[in-house]
């Protein structure tokens, strides 16, 4: 395949159809899927650069709802499903399981980038699927709230962290000691939790593309 194929995709999730958008680029080495945070969506501005660079390096990447349209609706009167953790982390395992299933990337190792509550319901699906996540990245995540699923985790995680952002630094190495896969916390100096400054977020995006790139082989 010489050209990038992009697509529109809808997830089955145990009955919840969940929206998202599929890039694959040509000769690609991997896929990563994003969990996003808490309140956001497949729309969310700093995950699709992210996407961008690393469908420049030869990742595909599929962005999808953790949420269907219907709960996204309730979601922002109540607040009610962007911190139900374990229906998240259920929905980001549905996820690998579709893209093992999808002619497209079924042969592709998998990476899972997860910002805020997104990273725990990352490394939970990681966890619960260890032969088929390769790679995982946190951006300004809540690795913490992944509980007792941190000590199965087997896929080498990144965990990226503003340096202005000090809780959520505390946060992150409190879940890191709980790991006992290969780990790392990169703290970017100067930047607030959405990484807003200026060149902050291609940094993140930069980092993540390295960590992807080097971990995501076939057959890992």
Same mark, same amino acid.
């Given at each position: 395949m010489d050209e990038t194929h992009t697509a529109d995709i809808v997830i089955d999730s145990r009955g919840t159809l969940l929206e998202g958008a599929l890039t694959v680029p040509p000769h690609c080495r991997g896929? &990563?899927?994003?969990?996003?945070? %808490? @309140? %956001? %969506? !497949?729309? %969310?501005r700093r995950n699709q650069q992210v996407a961008h660079t690393l469908n420049d390096s030869g990742l595909a990447t599929l962005l999808f709802d953790l949420l269907s349209a219907e709960e996204n609706?309730?979601? &922002? *009167?109540?607040?009610?499903? !962007?911190f139900n953790i374990p229906l998240l982390a259920l929905r980001m395992t549905d996820a690998v399981d579709w893209i093992s299933r999808n002619h497209r990337t079924a042969q592709l190792p998998i990476g899972l980038f997860g910002a805020s509550t997104g990273a725990a319901a990352a490394l939970i699906a990681a966890a619960k699927r260890p032969q088929q996540v390769s790679a995982v990245v946190s951006r300004g995540g809540r690795? /913490? #709230?992944? @509980? /007792? /699923? #941190?000590?199965? &985790?087997r896929a080498p995680t990144l965990l990226i962290v503003g340096g202005w952002d000090g809780q959520v630094i505390t946060l992150n190495q409190m879940a890191a000691r709980r790991l006992e896969c290969e780990h790392q916390i990169v703290i970017v100096p100067e930047a607030t939790h959405l990484f807003e400054e200026p060149g902050k *977020?291609?940094? &993140?995006? !930069? #980092?993540?593309a390295d960590w992807f790139c080097t971990r995501l082989k076939p057959g890992r």
């Open positions: 896929i &990563v899927a994003f969990a996003h945070g %808490s @309140g %956001s %969506s !497949r729309f %969310s609706e309730q979601d &922002v *009167l109540t607040t009610e499903f !962007r690795p /913490d #709230l992944a @509980g /007792d /699923d #941190l000590r199965r &985790v *977020l291609e940094e &993140v995006a !930069r #980092l993540a």
